[in-house]
């Protein structure tokens, strides 16, 4: 998905600061149990919390990161490679559902979501009050000179260019569809790999740029996040995926430490893990553990 390649700078950092590919590390004693994470920054740090909080709960867990796309670890769910790993909402349904129509709502998201993994033999915990998800950022500066609270908003600005990664720009959240949704003529696409679009923003080389929300570049510059109030970037909300036999089997052993979790994370909460990974150089185990810590879960 759009989100997995964006990390892929953060991928070599924090593999370089001892994040483990695949391979399971246990810790704990009791019931096992086993959780997955997919191959991007933020992936790990919420595969590491989970195996974390239900270790700190008396399960023995072995912990498989890095497996792979959303694909991929849905196929090690399904046939029982793992027991669990995050998942963003919408994910699921442009994924694998592939609904004719999105909802239009987080919880419709969620609900419409769940509905489908319970079909399967699965069902979602509790999702996080933070999403990740594609938005457009301008300078903060440009923001309050032409009032830009919407996307529609950069009309104002006349003729502007727009960072996109290259292979977002036809696609159904890139550059093609934005223009389209916000009736945005005048806008040009200038490509960009990931990670370029927020030097290019600060310095003036681009006036708009596709971002992530819980980009941790984000909390480094001064950047304003407009409103997609055409709702054409979807809902992506993160909640475990979990095979409905363990949630019978465990009960609230299993669900409530999870749903604490996902409770604390917010998008600046998210924005600040990412950014103590990715960018300080902390490993997603040592990331996790400080903020379980911080907040009295462990």
Partial sequence: MRRRTLLTGSLAVAAAAGVSTA?????????????????????????????????????????????????????????????????????????????????????????????????????????????????????TSDARKHGLRT?????????????????????????????????????????????????????????AADVFTTDPQLRRYDFTVLEDDQAIFGFQNVSPVVRRSLVERYGRRLTEPLDAVNALLTEKAMQALNEAAAMMRLSPAKVADRFLRANDLK
């Fill in 151 to 207: 996307v529609g908003d950069l009309r104002r600005m006349g003729r502007i260019s727009y960072a996109e990664y290259p292979d977002n720009i036809t696609g159904p959240l890139g550059y093609d569809a934005v223009v389209k949704a916000y009736r945005l003529s005048a806008m040009k696409v200038r490509p960009l790999n990931i990670g370029l679009q927020y030097p290019a923003l600060k310095n003036g080389d681009v006036d």
């Fill in 23 to 139: 391979a399971g590390s246990v810790a704990g004693t009791g019931p096992v149990i086993t959780v997955g994470s997919k191959q991007f920054t933020e992936s790990w740090v919420m595969g590491e919390l989970y195996a974390q909080i239900l270790t700190a709960r008396g399960f023995q867990v072995v912990l498989k990161s890095n497996i792979g796309s959303a694909d991929i670890i849905d196929r090690a769910l399904r046939s029982h490679q793992i027991d669990l790993y995050p998942e963003y909402t919408g994910v699921i349904l442009q994924t694998f559902a592939m609904p004719k129509r999105m909802p239009v709502t987080a919880h419709g998201t969620y609900e419409a979501a769940k509905r489908f993994e319970e079909g399967r033999g699965l069902t979602l915990l509790r999702p996080t009050p933070f999403q990740n998800r594609n938005a457009v950022a301008v300078r």
